[in-house]
């Protein structure tokens, strides 16, 4: 248990939290100026020390080396003592446990950083041992080049050993490289230790401006991890050392670990600047739920494949404007699009499918039309259509529904539509001809589609008809193909409200019980209570927070958490219950998270019931 660290916000597996002193910290951070060690037992006995709020301190400690055989580990383990003041206790890797500290350092730092696939894995390990709301500390291994990955993979805490040493070796550090001192005709930085000639830079200014180059380079990491753009500073930074580059792939490769990590929704923008973005959790999180709880319900149109737009969401811009002009609902509209797949028109505004902005060339790499092109195939494999329209330029939009086409997996006829630019008269000519005498589906059966399929891509296949099966007729607009879950939609899109088919369940001058409402920023749903309801008792998965019998008012916070779903990540609506309440709001925790955490917000809640 934790008194005295706490997380605040999250972006992947780097977290923004304050370590409790006198004087509180914000991490990640280097802890020299409050760090207290109270020595290793390898030179002798070491009482327990008496400890402050104002430092964070190290108890007494054997620290083992990259190595260790097990055996020995467990035959020198140490028994912490328990304490009531800021203390980090010394664990290695693979032997990593949870002994109440508030911090853990690594021991074996120093033989996994500089390697790739050892860092990674020492990291994951570590976590899966530790509690989650304590803090990661990794000694005598950072330096202003590798912090930033360091605070991607989920460290906490470093101190500036390594960045002196190196100064008084003559090694001048900057974010970017490490120079020897004696080949540098002039000082790139401008910090108080580099603010004189050069001829009079000694080894100590050089020891002092590598930390404080270090503790500049941990301020702007935590203005990217406020701002939820860490990742795309890795992106670029990885790539000035060989091992940070294959620590950042490695990562990639560990999807469970980022992505339980990896907020669901968030304000930030996704910048597809490198290959490597299409490795990024709301990437292929996107894709996957696209090609496995999506489900086309337009079964009577024909598939329209469509190039995508700098404007988002695509409907507001002025070439999908025309491309409506020319389908006028005859057609289901697929957006194609990189790095993100294929984007149904109901999901145009789920995040991050306008939340991302792509460095246009005009020209596809072959990592781009292979991802494309493999999201399609698995999409068309997944939904029937009749035809294929494809209204898509050259470039490598035509060269990805050609790859496609030529699979023999998918058995359904293409047509090619696009006559030079997708805008131009002949182009959109063509694509009005091909969908002539095709049945036009209405606005509404467009907007309960919507809301179904939003429902699909946040709770699990077939959740969008367990949770609003039918859609209610007698406006004179709507269809009506029944089910026990008959809804309503009013508002305009993209604002949409859903309604239940009783208007004697509602207030006066309502059409019925309000359900969710579309949230038009994010693309999501969000619960009332009544809808909260119909969730629990349907089959759809339900995302469930258990907790201790009080009613909560504004959050919950984790010690009032007994249990919660493993499938919750930040961003997830969930449903709150407890013995004296009922309530919705959203996830502040990943489900491991919320159980696991003494303290921090587990969730929000938004409506609450008492029992």
Request: a negative charge; proline letters at 6%; glycine letters at 10%.
């Amino acid at each position: 248990m934790t008194d005295h660290f706490e997380v605040h916000e999250r972006d992947g597996a780097a977290r923004l939290g304050e370590l409790r002193l006198a004087e509180p910290v914000t991490t990640p951070a280097l802890a020299d100026p409050f760090l207290e060690d109270a020595g290793s037992l390898w030179a002798g006995d070491r009482g327990v020390p008496d400890g402050d709020d104002a430092s964070l301190t190290v108890l007494p400690h054997r620290s083992f080396p990259a190595g260790t055989r097990e055996e020995v580990r467990e035959s020198f383990a140490v028994d912490h003592p328990d304490v009531d003041y800021p203390a980090a206790a010394v664990v290695d890797s693979e032997g990593a446990r949870d002994v109440g500290a508030d911090a853990y350092l690594l021991s074996d730092a120093s033989g996994f950083v500089g390697h790739g696939e050892a860092f990674r894995d020492a990291v994951v390990s570590a976590k899966a041992s530790l509690p989650a709301d304590t803090a990661l500390f990794l000694s005598g291994v950072a330096t202003p080049l590798n912090v930033a990955v360091l605070a991607y993979a989920g460290v906490d805490l470093v101190d500036a050993t390594l960045a002196r040493t190196k100064g008084t070796q003559g090694r001048y550090l900057t974010a970017d490289a490490e120079h020897f001192l004696a080949d540098l005709d002039e000082l790139p930085c401008a910090c108080p230790a580099c603010a004189g000639p050069r001829d009079e830079f000694t080894r100590a200014d050089c020891a002092e401006h590598n930390v404080n180059a270090l503790r500049a380079e941990l301020r702007r990491v935590r203005e990217r991890i406020r701002a939820g753009r860490l990742r795309d500073y890795v992106e670029g930074q990885a790539r000035h050392e060989g091992w940070l580059t294959a620590a950042f792939r490695e990562f990639d490769d560990q999807w469970g670990y980022l992505e339980e990590r990896t907020p669901l929704i968030r304000d930030a923008e996704v910048t597809a600047a490198s290959a490597e973005t299409l490795d990024r959790v709301e990437i292929r999180r996107f894709a996957d739920r696209v090609t496995s709880r999506y489900r086309n319900r337009f079964a009577d149109q024909p598939l329209v494949l469509v190039p995508c737009s700098a404007t988002k969401p695509y409907s507001d811009s002025q070439s999908h404007g025309q491309f409506h002009d020319a389908i006028q609902w005859r057609g289901h509209t697929v957006s194609m699009t990189s790095p993100i797949g294929v984007v149904p028109q109901e999901l145009e505004t789920t995040y991050p499918a306008q939340h991302y902005d792509a460095v246009v060339t005009g020209d596809w790499s072959e990592d781009e039309i292979g991802f494309v092109a493999e999201v399609l195939r698995r999409y068309l494999r997944r939904n029937d259509y009749s035809r294929v329209i494809a209204h898509v330029p050259e470039d490598g939009y035509r060269e990805i529904c050609e790859r496609v086409e030529r699979d023999p997996a998918i058995d359904v006829p293409f047509e090619y539509t696009c006559v030079g630019h997708p805008t131009s008269d002949e182009s959109l000519g063509e694509l009005n001809a091909a969908l002539q005498g095709e049945p036009a589906y209405s606005k509404r059966e467009r907007e309960h589609n919507t809301v179904r399929a939003i429902a699909d891509y946040l709770l699990g296949d077939g959740a969008g008809d367990d949770l609003f099966g039918g859609l209610a007729g007698g406006d004179g607009e709507s269809g009506s193909y029944g089910g026990d879950s008959a809804v309503r939609t009013t508002g305009r899109y993209p604002k949409l409200q859903v309604w239940g088919d009783d208007p004697d369940a509602g207030r006066e001058g309502e059409p019925g019980e309000q359900l969710a409402t579309m949230v038009p920023q994010y693309g999501t749903l969000s619960f009332t209570l009544a809808g909260a309801r119909r969730w629990v008792e349907s089959d759809a998965p339900t995302k469930r927070v258990e907790i201790d019998p009080f009613v909560p008012h504004g959050s919950v916070l984790a010690p009032g958490v007994v249990d919660a779903d493993d499938e919750i990540r930040v961003g997830d609506e969930v449903v709150i219950e407890g013995p004296e309440a009922f309530a919705v709001g959203r996830a502040e925790m990943s489900g491991p998270e919320m159980v696991e955490s003494t303290r921090g917000v587990a969730s929000e809640v938004r409506h609450v019931d008492e029992k």
